[in-house]
Nanobody, 126 residues
């Protein structure tokens, strides 16, 4: 069965950087669309960055210009480079994936994803 395992979360001061990783098993990253979602306490889960199987990316307005999503097909791993972190970026971050083709229009749509990781906590202090 497909497993997604996130790592790289932690605590950082505002303005700092973190890199999240998501390693997949029983799913080939090169043939999937994948995304990062986050959920802060008391808020709904939201999509922040996603990448389709051809490398096209999509970002939420709140992270555009600060976060970069990428994947290493050889390592079968998805990454999220987070720079210029703000306290409002504090949340549990989840990796998600789906097979086949998905239009970039829907890459940040939670319901489009079939597989989810357990999450990794990111805390940004002011």
């Amino acid at each position: 069965q497909v497993q997604l395992v996130e790592s790289g979360g932690g605590s950082v001061q505002a303005g700092g950087s973190l890199t999240l990783s998501c390693t997949a098993s029983e799913l080939t990253v090169s043939g999937a669309y994948m995304g990062w979602f986050r959920q802060a306490p008391g808020k709904e889960r939201e999509g922040v960055a996603a990448i389709d199987r051809d490398g096209r990316t999509k970002y939420s307005d709140s992270v555009k210009g600060r976060f970069t999503i990428s994947k290493d097909n050889a390592k079968n791993t998805l990454f999220l480079q987070m720079d210029s972190l703000k306290p409002e970026d504090t949340a549990m971050y989840y990796c998600a994936a789906g097979r086949r083709f998905l239009s970039t229009l829907y890459l940040l749509l939670e319901s489009a994803y079939s597989y989810w990781g357990q999450g990794t906590q990111v805390t940004v202090s002011s």
